[in-house]
């Protein structure tokens, strides 16, 4: 097929800001209670420790800047909920419909390929390697 495969870069970018702002509102709602507050019974270094890798992963992400590292510790953190906050409660069951996982999964996987891809275009690193497609 390929008919989209010029605008590749474009959708990329598109997927990471939207990935990244994404990320960044879970942060919000466990830090300043946004978006429907904090979680009920949500312990307090998912509250501070996750809230604030959401957010800051998710405001760099979204903006490209140190995108491989802030993606790569959002993809740890989300495999890292998703097996605490998924695969346990429902006694190691590791299929993400099962288990209500299924967020955590595919930001953990999103995360992952943004870590391995970059920043691209549209982002702070391509602007201060000065590129041209920044």
């Not at 429902?90 to 891809?117: D, S, T």
Request: with cysteine; aromatic share 14%.
């Amino acid at each position: 097929m390929g008919f989209l495969r010029p605008h590749a870069d474009r959708i990329y970018a598109l997927l990471r800001i939207m990935a990244g702002l994404m990320f960044m509102q879970h942060g919000l709602q466990k830090l300043f209670g946004l978006f429907g507050g904090v979680p009920a019974g949500a312990p307090a270094f998912v509250v501070y420790g996750a809230g604030i890798i959401e957010f800051v992963g998710g405001v760099l992400v979204a903006i490209g800047f140190l995108t491989g590292p802030a993606a790569f510790i959002a993809s740890g953190t989300m495999a890292f909920a998703f097996f605490l906050g998924h695969v346990i409660p429902a006694k190691g069951n590791l299929i993400p419909i099962a288990n209500q996982g299924e967020l955590a999964a595919l930001y953990c996987f999103v995360f992952l390929f943004i870590a391995a891809h970059g920043s691209g275009i549209w982002s702070v690193d391509a602007a201060r390697q000065g590129t041209k497609r920044a």
